[in-house]
């Protein structure tokens, strides 16, 4: 099983609102990731979370807040967020190889 | 730091023709080489991967084949089908897959007509 589970798929929201992504993976990897897609490009590593603490931030802005609550979940939370951090927001697991999850598809209006 | 460049940026075969896509990296010590493949409205699937101790690997209809010297490495998909249709990034790393930390390519939009 090389699956890692996000939810929820879509999420609209306006400049004003907090909201959430989360995360799920039981392959027992111990390195999770948080990354950023925009249409026609490359993933974009936004955070990395090794043995359940942040070893990464690739200077994201502070708006967007990771959690890693336990080896299995890593949360994305979001508020005061900007039209254009409107993307793909992917998240994936790695051991010997990095896999991804299916994304959440931000709209931020 | 490393740079992975990607050629063509779109590929257009018809069925049943081969296709390659093609990346070189700028870091000789860049030592794992994954390409993935990414439909519409997906996360980027792992499809093959290579490491810098092997020249070739191949997976049913797909083959990656890397030269170290040239710092170059290609993806070649055989009797290609429409489901083969997407985008592929290739991507290299001085760490393994274990640190994600991958530098990807500019991705290839693949098109297979039937």
Same mark, same amino acid.
């Given at each position: ?109 | ?16 023709? $081969?296709?390659? +896509?093609?990346? %070189? ?6 030592? @794992? #080489? ?6 519409? =409205? ?31 490495? $290609?993806?070649? +998909?055989?009797? %290609? ?6 985008? @592929? #990034? ?6 393994? =897959? ?17």
């Amino acid at each position: 099983d090389t699956e890692v589970t996000q939810t929820p798929k879509h999420l609209v929201m306006g400049m004003t609102n907090k909201k959430s992504l989360k995360c799920e993976q039981h392959m027992g990897h111990r390195a999770m990731y948080w990354y950023k897609q925009k249409a026609k490009k490359p993933p974009e590593l936004m955070f990395v979370y090794s043995y359940e603490k942040l070893s990464i931030n690739e200077s994201v802005p502070s708006r967007f807040s990771p959690e890693c609550p336990n080896s299995s979940l890593l949360n994305l939370h979001l508020h005061a967020l900007q039209p254009e951090d409107s993307a793909l927001y992917l998240c994936a697991s790695s051991q010997e190889k990095l896999f991804f999850g299916s994304g959440t598809q931000l709209s931020v209006l | 730091g490393e740079n992975v460049e990607q050629h063509p940026s779109t590929l257009s075969v018809q069925e049943g023709d $081969s296709a390659v +896509i093609k990346c %070189t990296y700028s870091d000789s010590a860049s030592n @794992y #080489f994954p390409w993935y493949k990414q439909e519409l =409205g997906k996360g980027p699937q792992l499809i093959i991967d290579i490491r810098s101790n092997v020249g070739e690997k191949k997976d049913q209809r797909i083959a990656v084949t890397l030269n170290k010297t040239a710092k170059h490495f $290609s993806l070649h +998909i055989t009797e %290609t089908q429409p489901e083969d249709s997407a985008v @592929y #990034f290739c991507a290299a790393s001085p760490y393994g =897959g274990s640190q994600g930390n991958l530098i990807f390519g500019k991705g290839t939009k693949l098109s297979v007509k039937p």
